[in-house]
Nanobody, 124 residues
Framework: EVQLQASGGGLVQAGGSLRLSCAAS????????IGWFRQAPGKEHEGVSC????????YYADSVKGRFTISSDNAKNTVYLQMNSLKPEDTAVYYC?????????????????WGKGTLVTVSS
């Protein structure tokens, strides 16, 4: 059974930092890319960032470039999202998802597996 376990969400003040973790099990980690998505109240899912399992190529949405950093520990089958300089508009439920292939797209409809979300709340 494939499981993606996201953790690390919480309440933080604007300007603060959080680190999200996504632990994957039940899949061949090297055959998938792992991405982070978020859904704010009343909005669609948004691709935030993803990382290629082949060469570490990363993608960031324009809204988080320069503030968020994605990384992967292949030995632990875990992907991290370091979120700095958080803004109230970053408030959302954050999900990690797995896309088959070596290069990530951050397209919602291409994700094969989804984890349960972790709530990030940024207060002003």
């Amino acid at each position: 059974e494939v499981q993606l376990q996201a953790s690390g969400g919480g309440l933080v003040q604007a300007g603060g930092s959080l680190r999200l973790s996504c632990a994957a099990s039940g899949l061949a980690f090297g055959d998938y890319t792992i991405g982070w998505f978020r859904q704010a109240p009343g909005k669609e899912h948004e691709g935030v960032s993803c990382i290629s399992s082949r060469d570490g190529t990363t993608y960031y949405a324009d809204s988080v470039k320069g503030r968020f950093t994605i990384s992967s520990d292949n030995a632990k089958n875990t992907v991290y999202l370091q979120m700095n300089s958080l803004k109230p508009e970053d408030t959302a439920v954050y999900y990690c998802a797995a896309e088959r292939g070596y290069y990530c797209s951050a397209y919602v409809h291409l994700q094969e597996y989804w984890g349960k979300g972790t709530l990030v709340t940024v207060s002003s």
